[in-house]
């Protein structure tokens, strides 16, 4: 919960979308580091198209 609250203070297009505490919560199970899964999920949503994901229009959805 906490990471996700401030990815979505961080980036105030997406907020919090359905879906996000999946890979969240992976990657806090597997690095067990508030800051540091911080990190790898803002770099996840940011470099690797993520966010474009849930992005609040949904506008890549249709390509997966």
Do not use: C, T
């Not at 199970?29 to 949503?45: A, D, K, P």
Request: charged letters at 20%; zero cysteines.
């Amino acid at each position: 919960e906490e990471l996700l609250l401030a990815y979505s203070k961080s980036d105030s297009e997406v907020d919090y979308v359905q879906g996000m505490n999946l890979v969240a919560g992976a990657i806090l199970n597997h690095l067990r580091e508030i800051n540091l899964s911080f990190r790898m999920f803002e770099f996840l949503m940011n470099k690797h198209n993520l966010r474009d994901i849930y992005h609040r229009q949904f506008s890549q959805l249709s390509s997966i």
